[in-house]
Antibody, heavy 120, light 112 residues
C-alpha cells in the first residue's frame, strides 16, 4: 500500500525556518517525481515545489523561490522541504504528492498534510 | 504562468440529479505529444485531495463511472451524471503542462 506521511509542521515566528519531511512507502520512491502542494486556511490548492526522480531538477513557485529548497533522500525514501524566511502567507497545510506519469502529475497519491503556522 | 479559472464557485445539487463544473485555462493545455494535461481532483471535507480524472477524460482507479471529464485546448468540463451524497466537497482542476503547476480556485459542491 502506497503511503505518504508528512511531518515537521508547527508554529514558527516570521522570518524563521522549518524543515518538512515526507516519508514514502509502498512503492519505489526513487522512480517518481515528488511535489509539495500547500493550502492556506480556507483557501485553494497551490503548487509549492517539485523534484524529479533523479533529483537533478527542481521547480518552485515564484512565491517561494529563493526561500524554500526541496530535496530528497532516496536511500531513506524521504522527501524534504526546507523553508526559510517564513511569512504569514506561508501558513497552511503542506501536502506531499506523487506525480504518477510525468513531472506535472497527475498526483495519484497524497499525504495527510502537515500544518505550518507562522506567527509571533 | 497558466491561469486556471473554474465556474461556478458554489454548486448546490440534488441527489440523483446531474452536475457540471467548468474549467478554463489561459493557454492551450495540448502538448505536442497529443496529450492534454488537465486533471480533476476532489477534496472531501477534512480530507486530502484525491485524483478523479487525468489527461482530461481518464477516470482514476476506483473512481465511479458517474464521473466524466471532457474538453480540449482551453475549455474543460467535469460532469457527474447522478450526484450522490458522498460527492460533496471542493473540486479542483489543475494544469500539468508546465511548471509552475496551477490549480483552479475550486468549486464547492453541496447537497441542497
Amino acid at each position: 500500500e502506497v503511503q505518504l506521511v508528512e511531518s515537521g509542521g508547527g508554529l514558527v515566528q516570521p522570518g524563521g525556518s522549518l524543515r518538512l519531511s515526507c516519508a514514502a512507502s509502498g512503492f519505489t520512491f526513487s522512480d517518481y517525481t515528488m511535489h509539495w502542494v500547500r493550502q492556506a486556511p480556507g483557501k485553494g490548492l497551490e503548487f509549492v515545489a517539485a523534484i524529479t526522480s533523479n533529483g537533478g531538477t527542481t521547480y518552485y513557485a515564484h512565491s517561494v523561490k529563493g526561500r524554500f529548497a526541496i530535496s530528497r533522500d532516496d536511500s531513506q525514501n524521504t522527501l524534504y522541504l526546507q523553508m526559510g524566511s517564513l511569512r504569514a502567507e506561508d501558513m497552511g497545510v503542506y501536502y506531499c504528492a506523487r506525480a504518477w506519469m510525468q513531472v506535472g502529475g497527475p498526483f495519484d497519491y497524497w499525504g495527510q498534510g502537515t500544518l505550518v503556522s507562522v506567527s509571533s | 504562468d497558466i491561469v486556471m479559472t473554474q465556474s461556478p464557485l458554489s454548486l448546490p445539487v440534488t441527489p440523483g440529479e446531474p452536475a457540471s463544473i467548468s474549467c478554463w485555462s489561459s493557454q492551450s493545455l495540448l502538448h505536442s505529444n497529443g496529450y492534454t494535461y488537465l486533471d480533476w481532483y476532489l477534496q472531501k471535507p477534512g480530507q486530502s485531495p484525491h485524483l478523479l480524472i487525468y489527461l482530461t477524460s481518464n477516470r482514476a482507479s476506483g473512481v465511479p463511472d458517474r464521473f466524466s471529464g471532457s474538453g480540449s485546448g482551453t475549455d474543460f468540463t467535469l460532469k457527474i451524471s447522478r450526484v450522490e451524497p458522498e460527492d460533496v466537497g471542493v473540486y479542483y482542476c489543475m494544469q500539468g503542462l508546465q511548471t509552475p503547476l496551477t490549480f483552479g480556485g475550486g468549486t464547492k459542491v453541496e447537497i441542497k
